[in-house]
């Protein structure tokens, strides 16, 4: 079985500030995918940036970038100039790639960011 | 493009009553389907997941039970109601293995709140 965990329970910076959110996973597999995962006060789950494990280069969407150590399963999420609307719980999740994504993702416990004007 | 759809967007059930959370995808064909439930200060967990019509499969035994009549259609269902039941439920897809758009990525419909009093 997999595990995700996130070990910042909140975290608070200035509006225009950049902040890393950290995750580590343990698993057995070699080929997974690896998620982050927006969701602010409307609890709608939103998709922020999503890694291949087998792709050496981080995954970047605009001002969300990710720093993944494959050999020490750490996916932390970067995000340069912060805005108001980051604010929100953001989960990392784990989705192994055998089994076509049939057994979901497997999610760590949630960083509340909170941005300050 | 594929969107999902999910309701109620907000239920009140007294202990005892039954339930039915409805989640639609549009634009797509034979995805795989996901109800999970995020309880109030924690992580999402998987209660079903299902790969075609008629199979689904239970992560958690629990009072709840899922069916998927259409091959685009989950059906989250409960006979009789439990004040633990209460929480935020999301339904949520993936294409199959194979296909070419949103593979092996999982999106998320806008939720159910569920309060059981």
């Known amino acids: 079985a997999q595990t995700v965990t996130q070990s910042q329970p909140e975290m608070s910076v200035q509006e225009a500030e950049t902040v890393t959110l950290s995750c580590t996973y343990d698993t057995s597999e070699s080929n997974y995918y690896l998620f982050w995962y927006k969701q602010p006060p409307s609890r709608q789950m939103i998709l922020v940036i999503r890694q291949e494990a087998y792709k050496q280069q981080n995954a970047t969407e605009n001002r969300f970038s990710v720093n993944f150590q494959k050999a020490a399963k750490s996916f932390s999420l970067k995000i340069s100039d912060s805005q108001l609307g980051d604010t929100a719980m953001y989960f990392c999740?784990?989705?192994?790639?055998?089994?076509?994504?049939?057994?979901?993702?497997?999610f760590g416990k949630g960083t509340h960011l909170i941005i300050q004007p | 493009s594929q969107t999902i759809h999910q309701w109620p967007a907000t239920l009140v059930q007294p202990v005892g009553s039954p339930l039915s959370l409805e989640c639609t995808v549009e634009g797509t064909s034979n995805p795989n389907l996901y109800w999970y439930r995020q309880a109030a200060g924690r992580g999402l967990q998987l209660l079903f997941y299902s790969v075609g019509i008629g199979q689904i499969s239970s992560e958690v035994p629990q009072n709840l039970s899922a069916s998927r009549p259409q091959d685009r259609q989950f059906i989250l269902s409960s006979k009789k109601l439990l004040l633990s039941d209460s929480g935020f439920y999301l339904c949520a897809w993936t294409n199959q293995p194979g296909q070419k758009t949103s593979g092996n990525t999982i999106y998320f419909g806008e939720g159910s709140w569920l309060t059981v009093v």
């Open positions: 999740a784990f989705m192994k790639h055998s089994g076509g994504g049939a057994d979901g993702l497997t």
